[in-house]
Nanobody
């Protein structure tokens, strides 16, 4: 079974940027649609962005449109999330996962979750 590991999180000031990575092992993700979610303390897991297996299409949560960009490198078995103009409200643990129902933004439509990477944005 495919396992994914997220990295690239950290502490950044508001207005700054981070790039998250999600590396797969135990198999390939090249044929999988993939996505990113985040979860802040005391809140439900929230959809961020998703990308088709071919990179032909993407979709985003309204809260991150124009600031975040999802991409992938199938040759490297890696998914990315470029986060610009970060805000304190973006503080959360960020997770990558496989999309089982492309177009969905509910966690129930995703599996192969990683352990997450912490992003903290200071004001």
């Amino acid at each position: 079974q495919v396992q994914v590991v997220e990295s690239g999180g950290g502490l950044v000031q508001a207005g700054g940027s981070l790039r998250l990575s999600c590396v797969a092992s135990g198999g390939t993700i090249r044929n999988y649609n993939m996505g990113w979610f985040r979860q802040a303390p005391g809140k439900e897991r929230e959809f961020v962005a998703a990308i088709a297996w071919s990179s032909a299409s993407t979709y985003y949560a309204d809260s991150v449109k124009g600031r975040f960009s999802i991409s992938r490198d199938n040759a490297k078995n890696t998914l990315y999330l470029q986060m610009n103009s970060l805000k304190p409200d973006d503080t959360a643990v960020y997770y990558c996962a496989r999309v089982r129902d492309y177009g969905s933004d509910t966690p129930l439509a995703y599996d192969y979750w990683g352990q997450g990477t912490q992003v903290t944005v200071s004001s």
